[in-house]
């Protein structure tokens, strides 16, 4: 477990980023051998991702939400469709399981993703009293003092 830090933070990162949301929802929890092999797929994505060099993958790093659900961060859409389409990384082959897994009923299991594309400086953070988490874990966390004590200055206002 991460160690709290006690004082007001916020995250740091240079130029634009992406935030990805993903995730899934077990309809019919009955039919494990639909939705098991999906959620199994996500850690083996996730430790293939964190043993490669960032310069290389673009992947910042990952909050969960909960079962099956996720915060990712990267530094380009580039890098993470390179990665989802990669026949030699973790994601593609399980997306094409998944794919035919579902071909004759896809409400047995429910995938989900939502893509946002940050501009440098377009983002607000501030984490109290809580060990790293989101983009101040996934980058560099930073007392949210002086210009970046409120909101409104930490968004450049």
């Given amino acids: 477990m991460s160690k709290v830090i006690a004082d007001r933070m916020t995250a740091n990162i240079e130029g634009d980023f992406v935030v990805f949301l993903i995730g ?64 030699d990384q973790e994601h593609y082959p399980a997306w094409i399981a998944f794919n035919k897994a579902m071909k004759a009923d896809r409400s047995d299991v429910g995938i989900w993703h939502e893509t ?23 980058t560099e966390l930073v007392p949210a003092t002086g210009k970046r004590s409120e909101a409104r200055t930490r968004l450049g206002g």
């Fill in 24 to 87: 899934m929802r077990v309809n019919k929890p009955w039919k494990l051998h639909k939705w098991v092999p999906a959620i199994t797929a996500m850690p083996k994505m996730l430790k293939e991702l964190s043993r490669q060099p960032v310069e290389e993958t673009g992947f910042l790093g990952q909050t969960g939400l909960g079962f099956g659900n996720l915060v990712q961060y990267w530094r380009s859409f580039e890098h993470l469709e390179r990665y989802a389409r990669d026949p």
């Fill in 116 to 138: 946002y594309l940050v501009k440098a400086g377009q983002y607000e953070t501030v984490y109290s009293g809580m060990p790293p988490l989101g983009l101040g874990k996934a």
